[in-house]
């Protein structure tokens, strides 16, 4: 079966800080990836998104960039954190080549201070 | 501009009773059709899916509901139970790009004992 792991778990980080959240897939080949960042209380945003080893979409232009350098393992970064970086940050996979079951990580907490 | 959107923002139902969250699209590409179910902190869970080749489909107490010609799609929870107190996201994706879904923007459903 299937898992997706996130972590950290929580990330307590001062503004202009760097940083890397890391998204790794067990039990499958070439799944496309997704990053979402849920702020509190609201939606989900799409923020990047991965059909393949180096190939990175972006959705929203920010403060944030994403990376893929292996098949199962997607990486969310930035150079200097903003307070509006703060939210919950969720991985998500799919089967590539259709319309498919997209399932999600148990996310990260990230807090700018 | 949002691709589904989704209504009511909150519900409060009492516990045996019917929750119904009502969402709409535009996208006529769109071909599959899924509900989250998302706990403080942790990462949206799939709950229910459907395809539009259906107008309805069950799963125990959830059920959702399809009508093609007016591009809507409803998630049903039958007897409702306070463990069932989440918030629910429907979302929308195509056989285009990448499956990105589209989420609605969430229902904060209270399920009073």
């Given at each position: 079966s299937q898992t997706i792991h996130q972590w950290p778990a929580t990330l307590v980080q001062p503004v202009g800080s760097p940083l890397s959240l890391e998204c790794t897939v067990e039990g499958t080949s070439n799944p496309n990836l997704y990053w979402y960042r849920q702020a509190a209380g609201r939606g989900l945003q799409l923020l990047f998104y991965s059909v393949g080893i180096g190939q990175i979409s972006s959705e929203v232009p920010?403060?944030?960039?994403?990376?893929?350098?292996?098949?199962?393992?997607?990486?969310?970064s930035s150079k200097k954190l903003l307070l509006s970086d703060s939210g919950f940050y969720l991985c998500a996979w799919t089967l590539a080549g259709g319309t498919y079951e997209q399932y999600f990580g148990p996310g990260t907490r990230l807090t700018v201070t | 501009?949002?691709?589904?959107?989704?209504?009511?923002?909150?519900?409060?139902?009492q516990k045996g009773g019917i929750s119904i969250i009502?969402?709409?699209?535009?996208?006529?590409?769109?071909?599959?059709?899924?509900?989250?179910?998302?706990?403080?902190?942790?990462?949206?869970?799939?709950l229910i899916a459907i395809r539009p080749d259906v107008s309805e489909k069950k799963e125990g107490r959830f059920t959702i509901s399809f009508n093609k010609s007016a591009k809507q799609f409803?998630?049903?929870?039958?007897?409702?139970?306070?463990?069932?107190?989440?918030?629910?996201?429907?979302?929308?994706?195509?056989?285009?790009?990448?499956?990105?879904?589209?989420?609605?923007?969430?229902t904060r459903l209270t399920v009073i004992p």
């Open positions: 920010q403060n944030l960039s994403a990376s893929r350098p292996q098949d199962r393992q997607f990486i969310l | 501009q949002q691709q589904v959107k989704q209504s009511p923002q909150s519900l409060i139902v009502n969402c709409a699209y535009e996208n006529t590409a769109f071909d599959y059709f899924p509900w989250y179910q998302q706990f403080p902190g942790k990462g949206p869970a799939l409803s998630l049903h929870i039958m007897d409702s139970q306070p463990g069932d107190s989440a918030t629910y996201f429907c979302a929308a994706s195509s056989k285009t790009g990448a499956n990105n879904l589209f989420f609605g923007t969430g």
